[in-house]
């Protein structure tokens, strides 16, 4: 197990962005997803991520490996 873990911020426009979509979905979906299901998921966090109060971190091995990930926003009336 890894000790060194990084924890930074991402958004909508992140680089890790597709990593941080397959860890979700291997996590919610399994090992047999699909390339809409992660295209799926790569477009709902963009769009949770233009939420006003959105908050959203990614947690990174020593290796560069994405390993975790984790967000949230303000709920609003006609977002969800």
Do not use: W
């Not at 997803?33 to 908050?55: E, M, Q």
């Amino acid at each position: 197990m890894s000790r060194n873990i990084g924890i930074d911020c991402f958004e909508a426009s992140d680089i890790d962005l597709e990593e941080i979509g397959k860890l979700y979905c291997i996590t919610f979906i399994g090992k047999d997803y699909s390339f809409d299901d992660l295209h799926n998921v790569i477009n709902n966090i963009r769009k949770h991520a233009g939420y006003a109060g959105f908050k959203g971190l990614k947690a990174k091995d020593e290796n560069g490996k994405v390993v975790g990930f984790a967000y949230g926003y303000t709920s609003l009336p006609d977002q969800f």
